[in-house]
């Protein structure tokens, strides 16, 4: 199944084909002048240059031809020559109710199962372990989770993989300050079931860190202290290795609870301490293969093409000191990721100024035969979030925000909008509650996510949790509007029926056009990795049907058929609204 537009383009294409042009420049795309017509083809423009004609002549032809098409004849109602020699179409009302027929009797609303036998590794977390989480970790786990819902969506098997930074100097510098102030010993008697417990090491952990950091940078031979407690840990000595099997348990569970809050999810808990092992075999392998040679002490693998037209530095493999490096790591985990689970492709949802970091990995996992040049490797980056002022997002004082506090001042405004707005007032507060995480939840992931990937954007979250305009919360209430109509339609046993060609007026049509664009919106998003195009679409999908239930009777309208068309229409909208939600991960509440 597909979007209307797809099928019409079959229509069309085919008579391109028929009449010896190529059968793409049939594209039928939703017209972008929809008071001229609902569809529009400009593929006679391209064929004009084929066929040695004016474009209005291949028009002429491409409109007999079509004319005389039982398929063409079966969907199009009216076909116009526009302009130059574009082709306008308008669909018979019938022909657009037995699609909208067809996509409300399939669970995924007509998208394309594209992905069926297919898996992919999605990696969107990055956190690491004894830190707190902040807000630079938002937008990975966002757009990551929403991506590997549309890719679930689609048919493939996905594996979102938070792969944590758990096995750096970071941790060296920790411990160190830990046992040199013999404070390690309560570490090691944690009770993990305890959760006042785990809550107190992490809470330790969080100011100790910044403050043993700053030590250690200031001092050179504390620094080399921390180096050597590192390739202590590397080496599973004890007590470090000990230490550092208990504090990822704890940062895990506060991972969890983090990832928890915002509905995103992982399959797998992995760090670049399940790949260690694998580095050694790696690196001879690849010195045997000519591909990792040294330089200056340090081993590298030169990545320069000569087709580049910037510089490519070289993947540095072991640094001077033996310690290995980031892209090492990254190589390794390849080795795993191709061991354990042989995907098909393998998606970075990372930060766009780690792009030649990227590069680099993807050419040497390339050479070295670690990736199949039949496997894709994508590195889809994103922007940042900025404040109000422009700059990086950060508290008032100037620090980096923790996640937590982010999504608690959320939780603050949101019920500020509920208490404006005089809406929950008659709910028990537990619902209020949750309704209230949901608005805040919804006002973060649909800033994020209605961007272009790529870009940057202004994080505001005043205007973000309001119930007005290209918001979370606006998108919510919609949904929870037609649920209410809906409820309101089954006290009064109102049944909704198959959409009626003879009841589509011109907000009808307008409506019923849109629901069957879906899956051209959803393909979009696949495609490009690019959650703005559902978006997009979610926004668009609730300003119409503003304006249906604005002008249009529904409950109120006395004809039987009309009315049960209406509350079909009702329905379709709700289900297209909430799975395009869901794929964002955001709940819907039954009421507000």
């Given at each position: 199944m597909s979007a209307l537009a797809d099928k019409l383009t079959e229509i069309v294409g085919n008579v391109f084909e028929a009449a010896e042009l190529p059968q793409d420049l049939g594209l039928v795309r939703v017209s972008d002048r929809p008071d001229l017509a609902q569809f529009q083809c400009n593929g006679a423009m391209a064929a004009a240059k084929?066929?040695?004609?004016?474009?209005?002549?291949?028009?002429?032809?491409?409109?007999?031809?079509?004319?005389?098409?039982?398929?063409?004849?079966?969907?199009?109602?009216?076909?116009?020559?526009?302009?130059?020699?574009?082709?306008?179409?308008?669909?018979h009302d019938a022909y657009l109710c037995a699609h909208l027929k067809e996509i409300a009797g399939d669970e995924t609303l007509g998208v394309e199962r594209t992905g069926q036998d297919k898996t992919v590794i999605l990696d969107y977390g990055g956190s690491n372990i004894a830190k707190p989480m902040h807000v630079g970790h938002l937008r990975s786990a966002i757009i990551g989770d929403t991506m590997r819902r549309v890719m679930a969506e689609a048919g493939f098997k996905t594996l979102g993989d938070v792969h944590m930074g758990d096995w750096g100097t970071h941790l060296?510098?920790?411990?160190?300050?830990?046992?040199?102030?013999?404070?390690?010993?309560?570490?090691?008697?944690?009770?993990?079931?305890?959760p006042?417990?785990?809550?107190?090491?992490?809470?330790?952990?969080?100011?100790?860190?910044?403050?043993?950091?700053?030590?250690?940078?200031?001092?050179?031979?504390?620094?080399?202290?921390?180096?050597?407690?590192?390739?202590?840990?590397?080496?599973?000595?004890?007590?470090?290795?000990?230490?550092?099997?208990?504090?990822?348990?704890?940062?895990?569970?506060?991972?969890?609870?983090?990832?928890?809050?915002?509905?995103?999810?992982?399959d797998l808990w992995k760090g670049e301490?399940?790949?260690?092992?694998?580095?050694?075999?790696?690196v001879e392998k690849m010195k045997d293969q000519g591909y990792a040679i040294p330089d200056e002490g340090a081993l590298i693998v030169p990545v320069k093409r000569n087709d580049d037209t910037k510089e490519v530095p070289p993947l540095i493999m072991y640094k001077r000191d033996g310690g290995v490096m980031?892209?090492?790591?990254?190589?390794?985990?390849?080795?795993?990721?191709?061991?354990l689970y042989a995907p098909d492709r393998i998606i970075y949802v990372v930060d766009q100024r780690q792009h030649l970091h990227f590069e680099q990995v993807f050419r040497a996992a390339r050479l070295a035969g670690i990736v199949p040049d039949d496997v894709e490797l994508i590195h889809a980056g994103f922007g940042t979030m900025n404040g109000p002022d422009g700059k990086p997002f950060k508290t008032r004082a100037g620090g980096v925000m923790r996640l937590g506090d982010?999504?608690?001042?959320?939780?603050?405004?949101a019920r500020q909008r509920l208490e404006d707005a005089h809406l929950a007032r008659d709910l028990f507060e537990k619902e209020r509650e949750e309704i209230a995480h949901m608005i805040a939840v919804a006002a973060i992931k649909f800033a994020d996510l209605q961007n272009q990937r790529q870009s940057d954007y202004i994080f505001d979250l005043d205007r973000l949790t309001q119930f007005e305009g290209k918001t979370g919360p606006y998108h919510l209430y919609q949904a929870v509007r037609i649920k209410s109509l809906l409820r309101k339609a089954a006290r009064e046993e109102f049944v909704s029926s198959d959409i009626a060609p003879d009841a589509l007026t011109d907000v009808d049509r307008s409506l019923a056009l849109l629901l069957a664009d879906y899956p051209s919106y959803f393909a979009a998003s696949l495609k490009h990795y690019a959650p703005h195009h559902l978006?997009?679409?979610?926004?668009?999908?609730?300003?119409?049907?503003?304006?249906?239930?604005?002008?249009?009777?529904?409950?109120?309208?006395?004809?039987?058929?009309?009315?049960?068309?209406?509350?079909r229409l009702c329905e379709m909208t709700l289900r297209t609204l909430e799975r395009i939600l869901g794929l964002c991960g955001l709940d819907v509440p039954e009421r507000m």
């Amino acid at each position: 199944m597909s979007a209307l537009a797809d099928k019409l383009t079959e229509i069309v294409g085919n008579v391109f084909e028929a009449a010896e042009l190529p059968q793409d420049l049939g594209l039928v795309r939703v017209s972008d002048r929809p008071d001229l017509a609902q569809f529009q083809c400009n593929g006679a423009m391209a064929a004009a240059k084929i066929a040695k004609k004016s474009p209005r002549d291949v028009a002429a032809d491409l409109i007999a031809r079509l004319e005389a098409d039982p398929q063409a004849q079966s969907a199009f109602s009216r076909i116009e020559i526009a302009g130059p020699g574009f082709l306008n179409f308008h669909v018979h009302d019938a022909y657009l109710c037995a699609h909208l027929k067809e996509i409300a009797g399939d669970e995924t609303l007509g998208v394309e199962r594209t992905g069926q036998d297919k898996t992919v590794i999605l990696d969107y977390g990055g956190s690491n372990i004894a830190k707190p989480m902040h807000v630079g970790h938002l937008r990975s786990a966002i757009i990551g989770d929403t991506m590997r819902r549309v890719m679930a969506e689609a048919g493939f098997k996905t594996l979102g993989d938070v792969h944590m930074g758990d096995w750096g100097t970071h941790l060296g510098i920790l411990f160190s300050d830990y046992l040199r102030h013999d404070e390690a010993d309560w570490i090691f008697k944690l009770d993990l079931s305890n959760p006042d417990a785990v809550q107190e090491l992490f809470d330790d952990l969080s100011e100790r860190y910044p403050q043993a950091s700053a030590t250690a940078k200031a001092d050179p031979d504390l620094m080399a202290e921390a180096q050597a407690t590192t390739l202590k840990m590397q080496r599973r000595e004890d007590p470090y290795y000990a230490m550092w099997k208990i504090i990822r348990d704890v940062s895990i569970i506060g991972m969890k609870a983090n990832y928890g809050l915002l509905n995103v999810h992982f399959d797998l808990w992995k760090g670049e301490a399940d790949v260690h092992d694998l580095i050694p075999p790696m690196v001879e392998k690849m010195k045997d293969q000519g591909y990792a040679i040294p330089d200056e002490g340090a081993l590298i693998v030169p990545v320069k093409r000569n087709d580049d037209t910037k510089e490519v530095p070289p993947l540095i493999m072991y640094k001077r000191d033996g310690g290995v490096m980031y892209g090492t790591t990254d190589l390794a985990t390849l080795v795993e990721r191709m061991s354990l689970y042989a995907p098909d492709r393998i998606i970075y949802v990372v930060d766009q100024r780690q792009h030649l970091h990227f590069e680099q990995v993807f050419r040497a996992a390339r050479l070295a035969g670690i990736v199949p040049d039949d496997v894709e490797l994508i590195h889809a980056g994103f922007g940042t979030m900025n404040g109000p002022d422009g700059k990086p997002f950060k508290t008032r004082a100037g620090g980096v925000m923790r996640l937590g506090d982010l999504i608690e001042m959320a939780r603050d405004k949101a019920r500020q909008r509920l208490e404006d707005a005089h809406l929950a007032r008659d709910l028990f507060e537990k619902e209020r509650e949750e309704i209230a995480h949901m608005i805040a939840v919804a006002a973060i992931k649909f800033a994020d996510l209605q961007n272009q990937r790529q870009s940057d954007y202004i994080f505001d979250l005043d205007r973000l949790t309001q119930f007005e305009g290209k918001t979370g919360p606006y998108h919510l209430y919609q949904a929870v509007r037609i649920k209410s109509l809906l409820r309101k339609a089954a006290r009064e046993e109102f049944v909704s029926s198959d959409i009626a060609p003879d009841a589509l007026t011109d907000v009808d049509r307008s409506l019923a056009l849109l629901l069957a664009d879906y899956p051209s919106y959803f393909a979009a998003s696949l495609k490009h990795y690019a959650p703005h195009h559902l978006c997009e679409y979610a926004f668009k999908l609730a300003q119409e049907f503003s304006s249906f239930y604005g002008v249009c009777h529904i409950l109120s309208e006395k004809d039987a058929t009309l009315r049960g068309s209406r509350l079909r229409l009702c329905e379709m909208t709700l289900r297209t609204l909430e799975r395009i939600l869901g794929l964002c991960g955001l709940d819907v509440p039954e009421r507000m």
